[in-house]
């Protein structure tokens, strides 16, 4: 079974950075075709 | 689908996420956003296609708009305020703004001004939007209990739509407009919580806005039959005189509509609100029935236990009732062959972006969950402490702002702010609820929503100005928000426990 690891780089900080990478990569191509996810 | 395969490459790289575990979290993602959340919107927006091209909708909103006075405070109440949180209950999509704003025009409310106020009117409403997605997104991410996250929200919203009445009356009417307009804003919020309030504690998502609104429409008009504001005002405060309220009279109504009109319209959705409820009911067994299950397991990085990434083909989900209630409204409506048509070419042109993005994100949300990314955004944010709760609803607000969807922000978002409430030793349903709420104050600010909104305005491609314009009361919402916040948390952590 896969082992999920809580902090990969060994530096938290760097770690939450590359952990935001896809969420703000996600919201700003979101926001810069002006598509939505959902109707609401 | 850029996103996803970013996401997808940073979890195999950096989390050690083997590549099939990411494929199949992926693909379970997917499933999940088809059937729990694009399977209901698309029936949601079916509805109100067919009841659009059968005139019955328009029928519904000339009634309101002839009931709806010369005074610009009870337009403000009775069709941003209740119209509006109809139309969220059932479509979204900023079909709120899109359909209100250009009543509010007509009726001589300039268009900025009616473009926020119907963009304000359309908080509260949004979490509970086109039939609850964004509520089963949250319950799809985080599997905690959909009833219970459709309650805790609904205490959040019980609260929080208590001001924007209050906010309406004073942006169409300025500070005249409370002193003698206040019954219009304490009973637009009162009647709109009493619908939304008990559907969301006992029923579930689905029907909390549509109850409400209706629960509203009573309740204005019962309230217009035996009071009225002793000056009627226009657009900015000032009192209308004799001839200038006969003139709006001329602008509201042309035809006056027959009540057995209104009642037809209003059919459709007294036949919606039976079907779900008997459907989805705490009685029905329906929508727990399932065909197949699909899990991909992994041992959390937080609590050291297994955790999973699962979707439970269920086929008589809400969506499922959304269907039966459309296909029993035909029975009444009995449309021509060709305009049903027509009613799916219309909602595959609306949505086949959102359903495609829907599936991309939920793809990308589980793998972002799975892999253990979000746990560690989790422990990163824990390390703020208690005062995350300042956050979780900020945290919403950006999502949304960017995003455009309550239902994406959720999907993100929501088991990132479960672990960080575990983590802290909050009360487990608050943080999401936040998140959620949080989304539905910000989308006056999205530019997705704005772009929809303002489509049947002179604003299309100028939505900054819009944006800008609505900013400050949406700043205002969250401010309020996040002491509603704070009123859990410290006074009644208990009924945000599932």
Known sequence: MFHQVLDPTGNLGLTVLASLIPVILLLVLLAAFRVTGSPH | MIGSIFTLIIAILVWHLPLSNGIESYLIGSANGIWAVDWITFWGVVIFNTLKLTGLFDTLKNWLVEQATADVRVQAILLAWALGALLEGLVGFGYPWAVVAPILVVLGVAELDALRVAAIANNAPVSYGALGAPIIALAAVTNLPLLSLSASVGKIVAVLALLPPWVLIYLVAGRRGFRDGWPLALVGSLAYILGQFPVSQFLGPYLPDIVGALVSFAAILLLLKVWRPRTVLGYGGVPLSEEEQQTQRASRIEEETSSHSVLASLLPFLILIVVVVLWTG?????????????????????????????????????????????????????????????????????????????????????????????????????????????????????????????????????????????????????????????????????????????????????????????????????????????????????????
């Open chain 2, 282 to 498: 705490p009685w029905s067994h329906l929508p727990k029935i399932t065909a197949f299950s699909w899990v991909v397991k992994a041992v959390s990085s937080i609590s050291n236990k297994p955790t999973s990434a699962s979707f439970a083909f269920a086929p008589f989900i809400g969506g499922t009732a959304i269907l039966a209630s459309w296909l029993i409204m035909l029975l009444f409506i009995r449309p021509p062959l060709a305009l049903l048509g027509q009613v799916f070419r219309d909602t595959f042109r609306q949505m086949w972006g959102a359903l495609l993005v829907g599936v991309f994100i939920f793809g990308l949300a589980f793998v972002f969950n799975y892999s253990g990314m979000g746990a560690s955004l989790a422990y990163g944010f824990s390390k703020v402490g208690p005062a995350f709760i300042l956050l979780a609803p900020i945290l919403g607000w950006i999502g949304v702002a960017l995003s455009g969807s309550n239902t994406s922000t959720n999907s993100l978002f929501g088991l990132v702010q479960v672990q960080v409430g575990r983590l802290l030793g909050f009360p487990v349903l608050l943080l999401p609820s936040l998140n959620s709420v949080g989304a539905e104050v910000g989308k006056p600010v999205a530019p997705q929503t704005a772009s929809v909104g303002v489509s049947t305005t002179k604003f299309v491609r100028n939505e900054g100005q819009v944006i800008r314009h609505n900013m400050g009361w949406t700043l205002v919402l969250l401010a309020w928000l996040i002491i509603v916040g704070l009123l859990y948390y410290f006074l009644l952590p208990g009924l945000m426990a599932p």
